[in-house]
């Protein structure tokens, strides 16, 4: 039976590319012959939209066969595993009502760990290479929730002029997670967005090479107008042009979170 390694997305600076990183490094693994399970951890419902249209994705938001359901009702997450279009890749939707997640935690009994509990069956199973989950901009017990399910934390970091705003309460809370979850490490930073056009990513690059301890990923994801596309017909980017440089560097990020893991 093999191990399965569990990476979260996670970063309180809202569109810093964790939604389009979480999708793309996961269908990335599976196009590798990893064998991959996403779940969609954010209202927005993101992760979701980016395999199934508006339709579908409302019709699985209101169904009740969402995460929400899940951890609302603390149940064991297999049943709510949905295939996808892609070999190797699967999914669990999210839902709008996620919206009241911290409120249904709260009354719980070791309500950081109600994700853990709920993937614990998944995990033990062996069923799959790599779980990635996708978090939303907070950081509050349903994130923690999320680091506290999860071997590994990718902080996605977008080179913009606010794109550090806020990143020393990301590794606070960071450091508050690992008291509960002590095994949980930070694999890397990822910087997404970037344009060359414009100066940010030597600003961003020098304030986070100036951080201890902390691990950049060498891939760079640069501005590229297909991802949006692909996202418009939700399909990650790679499903939807393969030879666009936004789907080369995804693959190539997806290697080398596969070493990092490995090392
Ligand atoms: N490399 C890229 N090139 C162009 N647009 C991008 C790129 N990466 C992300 N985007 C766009 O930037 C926006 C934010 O990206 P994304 O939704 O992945 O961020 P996020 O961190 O998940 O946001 P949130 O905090 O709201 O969950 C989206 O509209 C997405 O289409
Ligand atoms: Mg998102």
Redesign the pocket.
Known sequence: MSQTTVICFA?N?????????CCNVGYSLAAEGNRVLLIDG?M?M?LTLSFFDDEKSLELAKSGKNLYTAIKEERDLTPFILPTEYEGLELIPSSTLMSSIEFELFPKWQRELILRQGLKKIRQSGRYDYILI?A??TLGCWVMNIMCASDYLII?VEASPWGLFGIANMFEFYEQVQRIAPDLKLLGIAV??VNERKNYVKQTMETLNALEDVTLFSTY?????T??WS?DNSKPVMAYKKNSR?AGEYLQLAKEVINYVNR
Do not use: L, V
């Open positions: 970063n600076k809202g569109g810093s590319g964790k939604s389009t990183t954010d927005q993101n996708d939303p901009p996605p997404t967005k994801i640069h501005t590229d107008s991802i949006e996202q936004a």
